[in-house]
């Protein structure tokens, strides 16, 4: 009898709890990098740095492309012609290595813009979803989620309060 009873009750608290409200929420962490202050200011720095690493890189590929039409001269005496394929091959390399770093770098500095915004955000975003009684919140780009209704995206939310932060923190350090 007495362990009926508890099973009994133990069904009812199980119950309780599975009938419970579980709110789940969803962010789209690239449209907040593209849609905040801060994401659109991290997003230009590495732009401006891409940019000038393919003017660099153009610059090299111009210069292959000048000993190369050297090299084809019949003006070119052997020796000559040898001294400028040597240099061209020396530019090859040399192009394929600034390629290599460029993107080593340039992955490099993303990792490093990004991942400070996203530690900016998990505070937030773990606010904006206690503020809202979300038990969990999932992340769009990497949780596989296929469908989700729209009422639950707190994108926007993460959005507006992290740009007031962001605003805010200037005047504080004046």
């Known amino acids: 009898m007495k ?18 409200e579980f709110k789940v929420g969803i962010i789209n962490p690239q449209a907040v990098l593209q849609g905040s202050v801060k994401g659109k200011e991290a ?13 660099k890189y153009e610059a ?10 050297e ?3 019949p003006a070119l005496n052997a020796d000559a012609r040898e001294k400028k394929s040597q240099d061209l091959i020396a530019k090859r390399t040399e192009i ?10 340039s992955l490099a500095v993303q990792e490093k813009e990004f ?5 900016d955000l998990m505070p937030l975003i773990e606010k904006i979803a206690k503020e809202n009684g979300y038990a969990m919140v ?4 990497t949780s ?3 469908f989700f209704e729209p009422a639950i995206d707190i994108t926007d939310k993460v959005i507006k309060a992290y740009d007031a932060q962001s605003a805010a923190a200037p005047a504080a350090k004046k």
């Open 3 to 20: 362990k009926q009873l508890l099973l009994i009750v133990a069904v009812l608290a199980l119950s309780a709890f599975a009938f419970a």
């Open 43 to 55: 997003i230009g720095r590495l732009q401006a740095m891409q940019a000038a690493k393919q003017k």
């Open 60 to 69: 090299l590929q111009a210069e292959i492309d000048a000993l190369e039409k």
């Open 71 to 73: 090299i084809g001269s």
């Open 96 to 105: 394929k290595r600034f390629a290599e770093d460029a993107q080593k770098e």
């Open 115 to 119: 991942g400070k915004i996203q530690a």
């Open 138 to 141: 999932f992340d769009l780009t």
């Open 144 to 146: 596989g989620v296929t």
